[in-house]
């Protein structure tokens, strides 16, 4: 698939296991509509500001053990939104590949630096005044970056540079994620190729 302006850049994706069973459609060139049933209500507010801010179209319908905890659920929905935007992306002709975006949120201010790289590894720095925000615990953010970056084939660097609201700074990495990823994900005027010396990616 080359992409270009007329490429339709989607994908859907199902994944069934013993603890979920998760469907998300995913499209990059969306206008931030969404429809979100996680059964985990602090993961469909981030999601639904990651799509909005980075004008993806997402669905994503899950079921999961979370009467035990929230862990595989969110696990599991990243692991798929990241195979989807593997699928989405397509061999990559003509994207930008980096994107960089600094948000903040009050006292707080995240930035995620984005590479289209096929090479997974996340860098996280961020440092919680609590444990949890509600339900969710917050180290289910870094688990849900790094399975998104390991099934999208990115590298991921986030980093909340200062905060003391645990909300605000996890509501802040997941809108520069959206941020950044549109920019990364985006169409270079005038690139037709590989973004790569290599030629590949």
């Not at 302006?5 to 989607?10: D, H, K, M």
């Not at 004008?55 to 990241?82: Q, S, Y």
């Not at 590894?121 to 917050?138: D, K, V």
Request: proline residues 3%; hydrophobic residues 40%; glycine residues 10%.
């Amino acid at each position: 698939m080359t992409m270009n302006e007329a490429t339709v850049r989607q994908a859907a994706i199902s994944r069934t296991t013993g603890e979920t069973d998760i469907r998300i459609s995913f499209s990059l060139d969306g206008t931030g509509q969404c429809n979100l049933q996680t059964g985990v209500p602090f993961l469909d507010h981030m999601l639904h500001l990651f799509a909005v801010h980075g004008k993806f179209d997402l669905d994503v319908h899950a079921n999961g053990d979370i009467e035990i905890d929230d862990h595989h659920t969110v696990e599991d929905i990243a692991i798929v939104l990241g195979g989807c935007l593997r699928q989405a992306l397509g061999d990559k002709k003509g994207i930008r590949r980096y994107g960089n975006a600094f948000v903040p949120m009050d006292e707080t201010l995240a930035q995620v630096v984005i590479d289209v790289s096929n090479r997974p590894h996340l860098e996280y720095r961020a440092e919680y005044p609590s444990m949890q925000t509600g339900r969710f615990q917050t180290e289910l953010v870094r688990e849900f970056l790094w399975k998104l970056a390991l099934e999208g084939r990115i590298t991921l660097h986030v980093i909340v540079h200062y905060g003391h609201n645990t909300h605000h700074m996890i509501e802040a990495i997941f809108k520069a994620l959206g941020r950044a990823l549109r920019e990364a994900a985006g169409i270079e005027p005038g690139m037709t190729g590989i973004p790569s010396s290599k030629g590949i990616l």
